[in-house]
Each structure stands twice: as structure tokens, then as C-alpha cells.
T-cell receptor, first 113, second 110 residues
Framework: DGGITQSPKYLFRKEGQNVTLSCEQN?????MYWYRQDPGQGLRLIYY???????QKGDIAEGYSVSREKKESFPLTVTSAQKNPTAFYLC????????????FGPGTRLTVT | GQQVMQIPQYQHVQEGEDFTTYCNSS?????IQWYKQRPGGHPVFLIQ?????EVKKQKRLTFQFGEAKKNSSLHITATQTTDVGTYFC??????????FGQGTILTVHP
């Protein structure tokens, strides 16, 4: 069954802790993306990767870090430097560069108190 | 960076009424994609428009791309309760990055 998985669905952390969100895809897609969704603000791009071992900052990369050591995996770390980390985080992938549709995972809702 | 404005932010309709959401950019777009997100779910791709003036239909949904490739619209004819959700436009670049509009939240009253 092909698709994108994100775990966990809900995540709770204390302020000051780093937390890593998982994203795995078995679609053999080259490109992967991380978005943050807040009410009324649509989806904002955090980081994206078009190929293994390479990634670029999106529009709101401050306080986040990523790695892309394997084609299938693109984990996102929310660091303690992120001032407002509570949000819904969505991972997506696409077949490659250019005008390809993006496939989204189910998302992780992170709450930091 | 590229900005895409989407209106309205909210739309409440009675079942059977039509619905339209609009997406506008100040710059020429290479393509535009539309996504639907059901409440509590994740965005799902609906369609992509690439050509100037392009019109595509999917059952009751009609998608248009403006002649100048700076605006797009999604029109739903005779809404149903299954149409409930948030509709996003997303402006594409040649290297795959998407810029999403703020979305239009559609509620349908039976």
C-alpha cells in the first residue's frame, strides 16, 4: 500500500525540548516537503528536499532542522529555538522537480506547553 | 517571495447552492494546483492548470486559469454536504516548490 506515513498523530512536549517528527514515503518520490499549518494561514513551507543529501530552507525555516539521508525519509526536528511550535505539521512528497502534484501524509499535531 | 491571495476566507452555503473561491497573484504563475482538505484530514490534490485560459471540469467542479496566468478559480455547482472542507490553491514554480493560498473554508448546511 503506497503512501506517506507520519508519526505520531499527536505529540505533546514541554517547552525547551527538541522534538523530531517522522515522515516516511514508499512512493519512490525524489522530492519531499515539510509544511506547518496554523488556523487561517494556510500551509507554510518549512523545508524541502529535491534529492537525497540535499535540502533547502522554505519560508519559515527558523527554529527547525531536517535531514535527508535516505530517499524514503525526511524527519523534521522542532528545536527549542522555535518560538511558537504548537501547530499541525504536514509532510508531503512529489515525483520530482517541476509541476508535480504533492501527496500529503496524515499530519502530526504538536502541542508544546 | 511569491504571494497568493485567496478569497473568501469562509463561505457558508445551503446545500444545492453554488460556491466559488478565487486565487490571485501579483506575478505570472507557471502553474496552479488546487487541493481539498476535509475537516481533520490532510490536503488532497484535485487538479493542476498550466495553460493560459485553461478550463477543466471534474463532475460538479470547474477550474479556471486566467488568461494572464495571474488568477484562478474553483466553482462548485449545486453543493453537497460531501463538499465540506477547506479548498486551497497553490502556485507552482518550475522547480517544484508550491506557495499555498490561505484557503477557503466551505460549510454546507443541509
Amino acid at each position: 500500500d503506497g503512501g506517506i506515513t507520519q508519526s505520531p498523530k499527536y505529540l505533546f512536549r514541554k517547552e525547551g525540548q527538541n522534538v523530531t517528527l517522522s515522515c516516511e514515503q514508499n512512493l519512490n518520490h525524489d522530492a519531499m516537503y515539510w509544511y506547518r499549518q496554523d488556523p487561517g494561514q494556510g500551509l507554510r513551507l518549512i523545508y524541502y528536499s529535491q534529492i537525497v543529501n540535499d535540502f533547502q530552507k522554505g519560508d519559515i525555516a527558523e527554529g527547525y532542522s531536517v535531514s535527508r539521508e535516505k530517499k524514503e525519509s525526511f524527519p523534521l526536528t522542532v528545536t527549542s529555538a522555535q518560538k511558537n511550535p504548537t501547530a499541525f505539521y504536514l509532510c508531503a512528497s512529489s515525483a520530482g522537480q517541476g509541476a508535480y502534484e504533492q501527496y500529503f501524509g496524515p499530519g502530526t499535531r504538536l502541542t508544546v506547553t | 517571495g511569491q504571494q497568493v491571495m485567496q478569497i473568501p476566507q469562509y463561505q457558508h452555503v445551503q446545500e444545492g447552492e453554488d460556491f466559488t473561491t478565487y486565487c490571485n497573484s501579483s506575478t505570472t504563475l507557471s502553474n496552479i494546483q488546487w487541493y481539498k482538505q476535509r475537516p481533520g484530514g490532510h490536503p488532497v490534490f484535485l487538479i493542476q492548470l498550466v495553460k493560459s485560459g485553461e478550463v477543466k471540469k471534474q463532475k460538479r467542479l470547474t477550474f479556471q486559469f486566467g488568461e494572464a496566468k495571474k488568477n484562478s478559480s474553483l466553482h462548485i455547482t449545486a453543493t453537497q454536504t460531501t463538499d465540506v472542507g477547506t479548498y486551497f490553491c497553490a502556485a507552482g514554480t518550475s522547480y517544484g516548490k508550491l506557495t499555498f493560498g490561505q484557503g477557503t473554508i466551505l460549510t454546507v448546511h443541509p
